[in-house]
């Protein structure tokens, strides 16, 4: 089993900055990705952030404003929020990956991020 969980959200005002962490492990097998993404009221859930072998990708939406780390060691992945808009209110979920063609995807409880006008 793999066990993924969030914290770090909050409410902040805009402009302000808040900094996701998502812990991941398993006793079977290894983590070998993991991906923030997130989904707004009404939204389908989508892609963030993620962090690999070829270096951090966003999605269009974050414009410099959002900064993803991984510790590979434990894992954990993290996720600084600068600038915030309103825009960004969502639950923020964590998504960690095993090996094996087919495996499935592993998502925590996701975190609460809302920010004032």
């Known amino acids: 089993q793999v066990y993924v969980a969030e914290s770090g959200g909050g409410v902040v005002n805009t402009g302000g900055s808040l900094r996701l962490s998502c812990d991941a492990s398993?006793?079977?097998?290894?983590?070998?990705?993991m991906g923030w993404y997130r989904q707004r009221l009404g939204k389908p859930r989508e892609f963030v952030a993620d962090i690999g072998a070829g270096g951090p990708k966003y999605a269009d939406f974050v414009e410099g404003r959002f900064t993803v780390s991984r510790d590979y060691e434990k894992p954990m992945l993290f996720l600084q929020m600068d600038n915030l808009k309103p825009e960004d209110t969502a639950v923020y979920y964590c998504?960690?990956?095993?090996?094996?063609?087919?495996?499935?995807?592993?998502w925590g409880q996701g975190t609460q991020v809302t920010v004032s006008p």
């Open positions: 998504k960690a990956l095993i090996p094996g063609y087919g495996s499935p995807d592993f």
């Open positions: 398993s006793s079977s097998t290894r983590i070998i990705g």
